[in-house]
């Protein structure tokens, strides 16, 4: 099973950046998708994107789509998730997971994420 420890979460600035880590082990990392999915206070936890185990191919939500991007290293076993323009609306709880065998299998703790008008 795959532990997935989440950082770089914090208070930022509308308009700010930040750049979400999510480091890997105890799995194969370079043969899973990796995912980042947010929960924000009294809402369902929302998708925001995907990246697949090569890192050459990503797709993310409207809402986010332009302003995050998702990448990874497997040397490092770590995936990415830079943010910018960063808006009140992206406040939420960061998670990572990893995709096996087709479902989302394993998650980390989450990082929060609050972003000030």
């Known amino acids: 099973q795959v532990q997935l420890v989440e950082s770089g979460g914090g208070l930022v600035q509308a308009g700010g950046s930040l750049r979400l880590s999510c480091a890997a082990s105890?799995?194969?990392?370079?043969?899973?998708?990796m995912g980042w999915f947010r929960q924000a206070p009294g809402k369902e936890r929302e998708f925001v994107g995907v990246i697949n185990w090569s890192g050459f191919s990503t797709f993310y939500a409207d809402s986010v789509k332009g302003r995050f991007t998702i990448s990874r290293d497997n040397a490092k076993n770590t995936v990415y998730l830079q943010m910018n323009s960063l808006k009140p609306e992206d406040t939420a709880v960061y998670y990572c997971?990893?995709?096996?065998?087709?479902?989302?299998?394993?998650w980390g703790q989450g990082t929060q994420v609050t972003v000030s008008s």
């Open positions: 997971a990893a995709k096996i065998a087709g479902s989302y299998a394993s």
């Open positions: 105890g799995g194969t990392f370079n043969s899973y998708a």
